[in-house]
């Protein structure tokens, strides 16, 4: 919320007041308590009719320092709040006649007790940020209502990322952001992922740990500070440090939650059947059919709103006009090698059967008079299912659980984000200003836990568009409707980075677009971006996504890297294992990765997938790619046709539908599996390792099961010309050693090689 009017003025019908100074200190326990009047005292007399700011710090985990400001603390606790994962600390505090000190980890906050207000922050001894003068403030709108504000300072040359799947510039600075989930797009200032958490190039982040609305000015209100704002009388946020910025991930997602690892058939190739088209079994028969006529690996068939009655989305039944025996259907296309997913949304239509039900058993949002909420948006006469109420949640779970012993294995997740806020009121009592993005937390957990209750915590998947603090423990998410352009495949790539930058591991996109009309060009360009993503599905609105409608040499395209992203399973699942343990995205931002290389900054146009493959998507009709090798120690080499990079250098290059930049970082070890037609095998029977431009010493791999857990690890020591691998899982293998353009085989039987260059 902007109420500066230049650096002077507040706007016509603001009042402003801040901190000025620390008055008063106490130290109970855990917690530091500062009380901060809005005017200097210097005089007994200054004590009266002033009001003041507290401020109390704790430490939730380590290296979290959580400052909360209040103005009144007399209101009643409102409902949700986040659930975050605390632990024991046990802080450093030291008050002195100067200075407070807090410290937790590596991280310290320093406040000083001079007639200036200023708050410090620290990790292992290097400045942060800071919250100086004119920032922790108590602002009144023009309708009386109260908001409490706080600025910490950008230094020079400070870069903010961040705050949830957005598809502005990559880098927030300069932009205004309300954290307020929406259905509008991708190509709006609007998000459907809103988090309130931002990183920053000087590593480290701050979390806003409220599920209402936020308001960001990053640097637009004040050019040399963050300013954010709440509409209450209390704002809580949490400095988190880091040793780099993926440490800093490691700690925000530590307080907020891990991703959750996906089983193997989900990195596969989802085929839908689009949104409005007119399909029915038969179409679903050609489509799927045709994928294996054409040898194009599938993993998942996905049915788009129409499985379902026309006007009575949602009434979890199939639509027997178009699916007249939808049990032996399923039974069929599982017999293909498929995982089946079908959409659903938490919204009623007034003509679904489920209707009359949920009314009468109050299983709905309700209007503040008890009837219940409805409008024409989306579904004529739509309500929608309240999950505050544990019996809506096991009525609509019980839908679900019907589909998933039929044979479903998964739901796309959809909508979310157009939640009522006026008039309306929950079971539970919960505020429907802190619900309205908190909903979707509900909705997917929700879903996702009768999958796994059914299907087993390990087979648990759901496919949202909607997400808040906490739904990384629910994955995957997608982003959203995006339209069949190279502008808009641009801001779908930068909001997936802003999006694992904001603690999320997984994502995926409509390849080839939502909205309009893909041509043959776009569709091949972004299935090499959509097969080089964690997550890869066809998905459009009026027009079907199969690759034959597109061109043979779509097809060939959807062919090679469809096979390509299977036989790298054994590398892919072993970087979603690490996501799952660190919170670190497997489609990670460049500056994530090389921090210190500060050409990485502003790259939004290419990203690693995983610690060790660069890509870089085509995004024009001339093939022209324009791509940054980072500055490392050895040369880059191209994973397709072995052709060697030096880093930090800019390269531009014309490709064919065939190709695109693929790198592989130099001192890697790669390893690619046996088969390229399943997610299903073995990835420690004869895969093999790919040793790429690789220095001496010891270098360690994991290898992970379908599932994602750690069945062996395979480690290869350098010695000059000398290599030894050793490993406790491996059934016969073959090496590959990549030194610049000269490539070496040998194959080995057993377990462990030895073998020389020389």
């Known amino acids: 919320m902007k109420f500066l009017n230049g650096g002077w003025l507040v706007k016509d019908g603001y009042d402003v007041k801040y901190a000025q100074h620390i008055y008063d200190v106490q130290v109970k326990g855990n917690k530091l308590i500062l009380y901060a009047p809005f005017n200097y005292i210097d005089n007994m007399g200054a004590t009266l009719d002033g009001g003041l700011m507290t401020i109390e710090v704790t430490s939730p985990r380590p290296d979290v320092i959580t400052t909360q400001l209040y103005h009144y603390h007399g209101e009643q606790e409102k409902r949700p709040t986040f659930e975050l994962n605390t632990q024991a600390v046990t802080p450093e505090i030291e008050v002195n006649d100067d200075t407070c000190t807090f410290v937790s980890g590596k991280t310290k906050l320093v406040v000083s007790r001079g007639r200036q207000i200023d708050f410090k922050y620290y990790y292992d001894g290097k400045l942060l940020t800071e919250s100086t003068d004119r920032a922790k403030a108590l ?38 952001v309300d954290i307020y989930n929406a259905d509008g797009g991708t190509g709006t200032e609007q998000a459907y992922k809103n988090i309130p958490f931002y ?29 954010f704002s709440v509409p209450a009388e209390e704002l809580t946020y949490s400095v988190i440090g880091g040793a780099d910025m993926k440490g800093v991930l490691e700690n925000y997602t530590g307080l907020t939650g891990k991703p959750a690892l996906p089983p193997a058939w989900t990195f596969g190739l989802w085929l839908s059947t689009s949104f409005t088209t007119d399909y029915d079994e038969k179409t679903v028969n050609e489509f799927v059919d045709g994928m294996i006529e054409r040898d194009i690996p599938l993993s998942v068939f996905h049915f788009d709103c129409l499985w379902m009655r026309e006007l009575e989305w949602c009434n979890f039944v199939w639509d027997e006009r178009k699916f007249p025996e939808p049990e032996k259907m399923l039974k069929r296309l599982k017999a293909k090698g498929l995982r089946i997913c079908v959409w659903l949304n938490s919204y009623i239509g007034q003509k679904s059967p489920l209707f009359e039900e949920g009314k009468a058993k109050g299983y709905f949002i309700k209007k503040t008079n008890g009837d219940v909420w409805q409008w024409d948006k989306w579904q004529a006469g739509m309500a929608i299912v309240d999950f505050t109420n544990p019996e809506a949640t096991a009525w609509y779970q019980g839908k679900m659980e019907t589909l998933l012993n039929m044979g479903v294995d998964c739901f796309k997740t959809d909508f979310g984000e157009r939640i009522p806020t006026e008039g309306v009121q929950y079971f539970d009592g919960s ?44 994955p995957v998410h997608w982003g959203g409707d995006n339209s069949s352009n190279y502008p808009s495949m641009a801001e779908s790539l930068r909001a997936g980075l802003s999006f694992g930058m904001s603690g999320f591991g997984y994502w995926a ?11 043959p060009d776009i569709y091949k360009r972004w299935t090499q971006f959509g097969l080089l993503s964690s997550h890869s599905r066809y998905h459009g609105s009026n027009q079907y996504k199969v690759p034959w409608l597109y061109g043979e040499e779509a097809v060939e395209v959807s062919r090679k890297f469809t096979k390509l992203k299977l036989s790298l399973l054994p590398y892919l699942m072993a970087q979603a294992h690490e996501t799952h343990e660190t919170g670190v995205p497997m489609m990670r931002s460049m500056i994530l990765e090389f921090t210190n290389d500060r050409v990485t900054e502003d790259l939004d146009r290419q990203y690693m997938l995983g610690d060790s493959l660069l890509v870089a998507p085509i995004f024009n009709t001339e093939g022209l790619g324009q791509f940054y090798v980072p500055n490392t120690k050895g040369n880059w080499i191209s994973l397709l046709d072995g052709k060697v990079y030096q880093g930090g250098k800019w390269y531009e290059e014309t490709y064919d539908y065939m190709n695109l930049p693929l790198l592989v970082r130099p001192n890697t070890v790669l390893i690619q599996g046996q088969k390229d037609n399943t997610t299903d095998y073995d990835y420690t029977k004869a895969p093999t390792i790919h040793l790429y431009n690789l220095e001496d010493g010891d270098h360690e791999r994991i290898l992970t099961d379908t599932y994602g857990q750690i069945v062996g690890h395979v480690q290869v020591t350098r010695k000059g010309q000398t290599f030894k691998l050793t490993s406790d899982c491996l059934q016969d293998f073959t ?11 040998f194959s080995f039987t057993g377990k462990n090689g030895d073998f020389d260059l020389a």
């Open 139 to 176: 602002v009144t709108d023009p309708e009386g209502l109260p908001h409490i504000s706080e600025q910490l300072v950008l230094n020079v040359g400070e870069k903010i990322y961040g705050l949830g799947e957005r598809f502005t510039n990559f880098i927030k600075n300069g932009q205004t």
């Open 735 to 745: 090496v590959k050693v990549h030194e610049d353009e000269q490539v070496t085989d």
């Open 431 to 474: 505020d429907p200003e802190l619900m309205h993005n908190y909903y979707t937390l509900l909705y997917n957990k929700a879903v996702y836990d009768v999958i796994a209750k059914v299907k087993g915590e390990k087979e648990a998947v759901v496919f949202a568009r909607s997400a808040t603090v906490g739904s990384q423990k629910y």
């Open 199 to 227: 990183i920053s190039n000087r590593n480290y982040g701050v979390f806003v740990d409220t599920p209402g609305k936020v308001s960001y000015e990053i640097g637009s209100e004040k050019v040399s500070r963050v300013q």
């Open 509 to 519: 996109h409509d390849i080839s677009g939502f909205e309009a009309e893909a041509d």
